[in-house]
Structure formats: structure tokens, C-alpha cells
């Protein structure tokens, strides 16, 4: 068997942050969904997309 890993371990384990070649802060990533109206039913669905946010994409991405 493998060996369990401890509490200790996983609080000392470092995070893999990604920078922004731009601002370089770290980047989020987060599911941005909006809402899209289908003209031909006058229906709504949703989009939903996988986006990396940072400092300087944050008001460009949440604009709707």
C-alpha cells in the first residue's frame, strides 16, 4: 500500500499559482456563465466557459 499522507504534509505542500505575463499577479481561474436569449423560441440558455481572471482582465470579464 501506499504511504497516507499527513495533515502536516498537505498543509506545508506549496500551491502551483499561475502569474499573468502582463500585471504578473496570480491568475484564478473560475466558470463564467452567462445568460444568452434564443431570438427563434425567445428562449434562455446558459453559456458557460472556463476563464483565467487577474488584476488586469478582472473588469473586461465580468463586463456582460
Not at 21 to 43: M, T, W
Amino acid at each position: 500500500m501506499a504511504k497516507q499522507m499527513t495533515f502536516e504534509q498537505k498543509a506545508k505542500k506549496e500551491k502551483k499559482v499561475a502569474t499573468c505575463p502582463v500585471c504578473h499577479g496570480p491568475i484564478q481561474y473560475v466558470r463564467l456563465v452567462k445568460p444568452v436569449r434564443n431570438e427563434a423560441k425567445g428562449s434562455w440558455k446558459f453559456s458557460d466557459l472556463n476563464v483565467g481572471i487577474c488584476k488586469c482582465n478582472q473588469a473586461e470579464a465580468y463586463k456582460v
